[in-house]
């Protein structure tokens, strides 16, 4: 191949490149004036999810992460959460998406949130003489939530 060739198939090659469709949707994330309206909107409407919604915005973990998070993976003392696995659209469990555990660093505010969610999830289950399900956020089956559900019910609609 000559150098002629070459330089002609790299133009080629980079027009190919800036025409391609990006392989992700870009991200808008809440400013912080939208935060406190966003979670409002939520306290309002569906204040079963607060906690939830909170954990996810003081934390940026993926919806499946937060709906694969079981209490055995929440270090209240050491203020983490440990990623150990993800619920998929599909109702399995697998790891996260990378493939690799990792912990995750948890505000004062997600902790608060955390601990009264469990003492109100821990009323619950002995009125009903249950044992606390594993999931920080069970269904009402005791089962992680879909969170395509929970986007398209709960998240939307905030």
């Given at each position: 191949?000559?150098?002629?060739?070459?330089?002609?198939?790299?133009?080629?090659?980079?027009?190919?490149?800036?025409?391609?469709?990006?392989?992700?949707e870009s991200?808008?994330?809440?400013?912080?004036?939208?935060?406190?309206?966003?979670?409002?909107?939520?306290?309002?409407?569906?204040?079963?999810?607060?906690?939830?919604?909170?954990?996810?915005?003081?934390?940026?973990?993926?919806?499946?992460?937060?709906?694969?998070?079981?209490?055995?993976?929440?270090?209240?003392?050491?203020?983490?959460?440990?990623?150990?696995?993800t619920?998929?659209?599909?109702?399995?469990?697998?790891?996260?998406?990378?493939?690799?555990?990792?912990?995750?660093?948890?505000?004062?505010?997600a902790?608060?949130?955390?601990?009264?969610?469990?003492?109100?999830?821990?009323?619950?289950?002995?009125?009903?003489?249950?044992?606390?399900?594993?999931w920080?956020?069970?269904?009402?089956?005791?089962?992680?939530?879909?969170?395509?559900?929970?986007?398209?019910?709960?998240?939307?609609a905030?």
């Amino acid at each position: 191949m000559t150098t002629i060739q070459f330089t002609q198939l790299i133009i080629i090659i980079g027009k190919f490149i800036k025409s391609a469709k990006p392989l992700h949707e870009s991200i808008d994330p809440f400013s912080p004036a939208e935060v406190p309206a966003f979670l409002q909107a939520i306290r309002d409407g569906a204040p079963e999810y607060l906690t939830m919604f909170t954990l996810l915005l003081h934390t940026g973990i993926r919806s499946g992460e937060c709906a694969g998070l079981s209490w055995g993976n929440v270090d209240f003392r050491n203020k983490y959460l440990f990623i150990r696995q993800t619920w998929t659209p599909a109702g399995r469990l697998q790891p996260p998406k990378n493939g690799k555990e990792r912990p995750v660093d948890l505000s004062d505010a997600a902790i608060a949130a955390l601990q009264a969610h469990r003492r109100e999830l821990q009323k619950e289950y002995l009125k009903k003489g249950e044992p606390l399900p594993d999931w920080v956020f069970p269904n009402d089956k005791g089962k992680p939530h879909s969170m395509t559900n929970v986007r398209k019910r709960i998240f939307y609609a905030a």
